[in-house]
């Protein structure tokens, strides 16, 4: 008994973990600094994306990160101003 619940307890927690990933974009902003923004759906499509030594115009030009709110980040971090930040969205969003 005691290891059948070990085992759907161990089952839990990776069902949790695949979760985190398909559900969320771990943003590596440089150093031990790293932002998480939830995803519109589950995918694995930039599930991990470092934004060190990247210009924000190369960074906003990724369409699963714009929409999920990137620019929140930049904006944030000092790499852009709000108004970049609007100008970005609307040259590359639809």
């Known amino acids: 008994m005691?290891?059948?619940i070990k085992k759907y307890l161990l089952y839990g927690i990776l069902a949790a973990g695949l979760y985190v990933l398909l559900?969320?974009?771990?943003i590596h902003c440089g150093g031990m600094t790293i932002k998480m923004i939830k995803k519109a759906?589950?995918?694995?499509?930039?599930?991990?994306?470092?934004?060190e030594?990247?210009?924000?115009?190369?960074?906003?030009?990724?369409?699963?990160?714009?929409?999920n709110g990137i620019g929140d980040i930049l904006v944030e971090m000092d790499l852009l101003t709000e108004d970049e930040k609007q100008d970005l969205e609307e040259?590359?969003?639809e």
């Open 2 to 4: 005691r290891e059948r």
């Open 23 to 26: 559900a969320y974009h771990f």
């Open 41 to 51: 759906e589950p995918n694995l499509h930039y599930t991990f994306y470092s934004i």
């Open 53 to 67: 030594n990247k210009r924000p115009e190369t960074i906003m030009a990724v369409d699963a990160l714009r929409e």
């Open 91 to 93: 040259e590359y969003g």
